[in-house]
Nanobody, 121 residues
Framework: VQLQASGGGLVQAGGSLRLSCVASGFALDNYAIGWFRQAPGEGREGVSYISSTGTNPYYEDSVKGRFAISRDNAKNTVYLQMNDLKPEDTAIYYC???????????????WGQGTQVTVSS
């Protein structure tokens, strides 16, 4: 089981990035998927989650209206489109999966490696 996150980088405030998380070794179809982030000196927080059916995605308040999570099961990939980025979005972003949404929110079973997002002012 492996999750490979990519798409991070350095962007100016107001810019956009799209993160990707590709799963290998298993099919994402039946998994809830989430994006988390950890800023320097801070704990890890959930940014967005999407169920196995793709319905009712969750967004942390600070990213509502700016970020969009989506999944392409055919490509075994989940995306996080991030628009209107702000310096406070600077963090390492991680993807994670679990069969159960409640477990995903609290203690995901599988984590990918992080991808750095840096937003300059």
């Amino acid at each position: 089981v492996q999750l490979q996150a990519s798409g991070g980088g350095l962007v100016q405030a107001g810019g956009s990035l799209r993160l990707s998380c590709v799963a290998s070794g298993f099919a994402l179809d039946n998994y809830a998927i989430g994006w988390f982030r950890q800023a320097p000196g801070e704990g890890r927080e959930g940014v967005s989650y999407i169920s196995s059916t793709g319905t009712n995605p969750y967004y942390e308040d600070s990213v509502k209206g700016r970020f969009a999570i989506s999944r392409d099961n055919a490509k075994n990939t989940v995306y996080l489109q991030m628009n209107d980025l702000k310096p406070e979005d600077t963090a390492i972003y991680y993807c994670a999966v679990d069969i159960v949404m409640s477990a995903l929110r609290n203690a995901p079973g599988y984590w990918g490696q992080g991808t750095q997002v840096t937003v300059s002012s």
